[in-house]
């Protein structure tokens, strides 16, 4: 169920020169939480951002009633949003979206890059204790880029890829070595990340009959569904990612792959 909840700031931890987990504290207890669902933040601070800023759910403590988000400075919210200091206000819309279905199928690939390496945690909990171990596949540009190992180990294997070789496999996502189609072994493929990487997924995806989810970071405004600003063309005509998405099948999509 949606709700509106000024939150306090517990925590902001730097984990590089521009990316950093925030910790919110809620005084009412919180409603359940998918992987893929997100959040829209007011980020009062930056008067010039009038409009909030969407996250995905990054973790979730229901006892403590924490909820934390993985986020890259982009520009004015998200460095403002940094700012905050613990014991600070933060006006919250969540759970918005829809989230990335249980999977049937055993062998599972979930590859994230960039910001959208924020709701695998969460995936990787809920798969878990659904009794499903995913293989987990990040990508980055040099070592700096890459986050979450030590987590994303508690859940299933994590395999990397950097682009200049600093970490992990040399190259791309798609470049790893289980992106090898004579024995590419996994069922369902999860995405979420820079366009261009899940469409490189995708194609893959089609190609080999793979079922595959994906998770659009299309620009918002309203996040209700209102402005219309973030549509996707579907096979069923637009629809919004703020309230139809942001997890969509491939196969549901009119992408030029
Ligand atoms: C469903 C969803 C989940 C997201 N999850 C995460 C996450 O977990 N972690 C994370 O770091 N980022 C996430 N993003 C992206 C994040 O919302 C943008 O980086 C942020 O809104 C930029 O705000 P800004 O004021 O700092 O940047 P601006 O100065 O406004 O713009 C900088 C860049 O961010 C893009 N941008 C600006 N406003 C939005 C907006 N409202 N929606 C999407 N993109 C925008 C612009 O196209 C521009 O390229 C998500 C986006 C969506 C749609
Ligand atoms: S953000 Fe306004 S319709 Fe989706």
Known sequence: MKKIIDFLVSDVKWLNENTYLLDLYSEEKLPEILPGNFAEIRIEKASEVLLRRPFSIHDVDYEKNIISFFIKVAGKGTSQLAKYEKGEKLNVIFPLGNFFSLPKEKDILIIGGGSGIAPLKLMGKFFKENGVKPVFLIGGRT????????????YGEVFITTEDGSL???GLVTQ???????????KKIYTCGPEPMMKAIAKFASKNDIDCEVSLENTMACGIGACLCCVVETKEGNKCVCTEGP?????????QI
Do not use: M
């Not at 880029?145 to 994303?152: G, P």
């Open 143 to 154: 070592e700096n880029d890459i986050f979450l190992v030590d987590e994303l180990n508690n």
């Open 168 to 170: 992990g496999e040399k």
């Open 176 to 186: 790893h070595p289980v992106f090898n189609s004579d024995n590419f072994k996994y």
């Open 247 to 255: 997890v969509f099948n491939i196969k549901d999509l009119k992408w």
